[in-house]
């Protein structure tokens, strides 16, 4: 019997189709290369190292959740963020956010289900909306991600979009405190939507290709914040949005400067894994937080023929 890794993947696989030598999701993105600096405040919340103020250097990637490498970009979809930092020391940490809130599921074992519904009929290729329905009536949690993605309006740019972490993280500060944090990158650049028409009729690549363009006129900035839990705030699961009211941090700002064209060149595997942090930052006990690194290991596995592991620089 498969791992419920592979079983995720393959029920992936099954919406979206498989397309080798590309991520089982967000199969299509860019990437693009920059430099992190932390804020002051950074420091008092965390001893981890790219946040005490020193410029670290960047790898980012912009993409879309669909499997499929091929769909087009005005497509309703989710729209995803990941950072790899480069820290002092040698090592890396990732941070990986969505333009959704929260996130649909609460296991993996409900991944699995809830991606399984979403397999279009065999005889039409179309989607089976009761079967979706079906699910959401068991499973009230998933409501506000599903809103969410359905409010969605095409961006202007992956620019303009706002950035959430779905999982909560502890940062430990140099003097013993805690606290559980959830990060959010703010476009420099503002929000901006456009309709769905306009964004048809910019093109099947339009947003990879206007991120592109807008590099060459200039620096793309981000603001990360944290979002610091109150009590009773859920911290393992990322189906609950916190209050827009809790207390918010500014800890740094990325500024983003051209395409990274050295990274998944020739042999060279790139994984953002939320896993990976570092010293001073520790991943809540969120399921699907921790399953994701045997899903990435199975996807990466099947475009590459290795293994996490076996990585290297990833």
Same mark, same amino acid.
């Given at each position: 019997?498969?791992?419920?890794?592979?079983?995720?993947?393959?029920?992936?696989?099954?919406?979206?189709?498989?397309?080798?030598?590309?991520?089982?999701?967000?199969?299509?993105?860019?990437?693009?290369?920059?430099?992190?600096?932390?804020?002051?405040?950074?420091?008092?919340?965390?001893?981890?190292?790219?946040?005490?103020?020193?410029?670290?250097?960047?790898?980012?990637?912009?993409?879309?959740?669909?499997?499929?490498?091929?769909?087009?970009?005005?497509?309703?979809?989710?729209?995803?963020?990941?950072?790899?930092?480069?820290?002092?020391?040698?090592?890396?940490?990732?941070?990986?956010?969505?333009?959704?809130?929260?996130?649909?599921?609460?296991?993996?074992?409900?991944?699995?289900?809830?991606?399984?519904?979403?397999?279009?009929?065999?005889?039409?290729?179309?989607?089976?909306?009761?079967?979706?329905?079906?699910?959401?009536?068991?499973?009230?949690?998933?409501?506000?991600?599903?809103?969410?993605?359905?409010?969605?309006?095409?961006?202007?740019?992956?620019?303009?979009?706002?950035?959430?972490?779905?999982?909560?993280?502890?940062?430990?500060?140099?003097?013993?405190?805690?606290?559980?944090?959830?990060?959010?990158?703010?476009?420099?650049?503002?929000?901006?939507?456009?309709?769905?028409? +306009?964004?048809?009729?910019? @093109?099947?690549?339009? %947003?990879?290709?206007?991120?592109? !363009? =807008?590099?060459?006129? $200039?620096? /793309?900035?981000?603001?990360?914040?944290?979002?610091?839990?109150?009590?009773?705030?859920?911290?393992?699961?990322?189906?609950?949005?916190?209050?827009?009211?809790? +207390?918010?941090?500014?800890? @740094?700002?990325?500024? %983003?400067?051209?395409?990274?064209? !050295? =990274?998944?060149?020739? $042999?060279? /595997?790139?994984?953002?894994?939320?896993?990976?942090?570092?010293?001073?930052?520790?991943?809540?006990?969120?399921?699907?937080?921790?399953?994701?690194?045997?899903?990435?290991?199975?996807?990466?596995?099947?475009?590459?023929?290795?293994?996490?592991?076996? !990585?290297?620089?990833?």
């Amino acid at each position: 019997m498969s791992s419920l890794a592979e079983q995720a993947v393959d029920a992936i696989h099954a919406v979206a189709g498989r397309h080798p030598g590309h991520r089982a999701a967000h199969a299509k993105g860019v990437l693009v290369s920059g430099r992190f600096t932390a804020a002051p405040e950074a420091a008092a919340l965390t001893r981890a190292g790219h946040m005490q103020g020193e410029p670290v250097d960047v790898t980012a990637r912009f993409s879309n959740g669909s499997g499929n490498p091929n769909q087009p970009d005005f497509a309703n979809d989710g729209r995803g963020f990941a950072v790899k930092f480069y820290l002092p020391d040698g090592s890396r940490t990732d941070i990986v956010s969505l333009s959704l809130p929260c996130f649909f599921v609460r296991t993996p074992e409900d991944f699995v289900k809830f991606t399984r519904v979403q397999k279009p009929s065999p005889r039409s290729g179309k989607p089976r909306p009761l079967r979706v329905l079906g699910f959401l009536l068991r499973h009230r949690e998933a409501l506000p991600a599903v809103r969410g993605f359905q409010a969605q309006k095409p961006p202007a740019s992956y620019a303009t979009v706002v950035y959430n972490s779905i999982h909560s993280f502890k940062w430990l500060d140099a003097d013993g405190g805690e606290r559980f944090v959830r990060y959010r990158w703010v476009p420099e650049a503002g929000e901006e939507s456009i309709t769905k028409e +306009e964004a048809k009729s910019r @093109g099947a690549d339009y %947003l990879q290709d206007e991120i592109r !363009t =807008r590099l060459e006129q $200039g620096p /793309v900035r981000f603001r990360l914040q944290v979002r610091l839990a109150a009590d009773g705030d859920a911290v393992d699961d990322p189906t609950k949005a916190w209050p827009e009211s809790r +207390e918010t941090v500014e800890v @740094g700002v990325l500024e %983003l400067t051209g395409l990274d064209t !050295t =990274r998944e060149q020739g $042999g060279d /595997v790139l994984v953002f894994d939320p896993m990976r942090v570092t010293d001073g930052i520790e991943p809540s006990a969120d399921p699907i937080l921790h399953f994701r690194r045997a899903a990435y290991d199975v996807s990466v596995q099947r475009r590459a023929g290795v293994g996490l592991a076996d !990585t290297g620089k990833a």
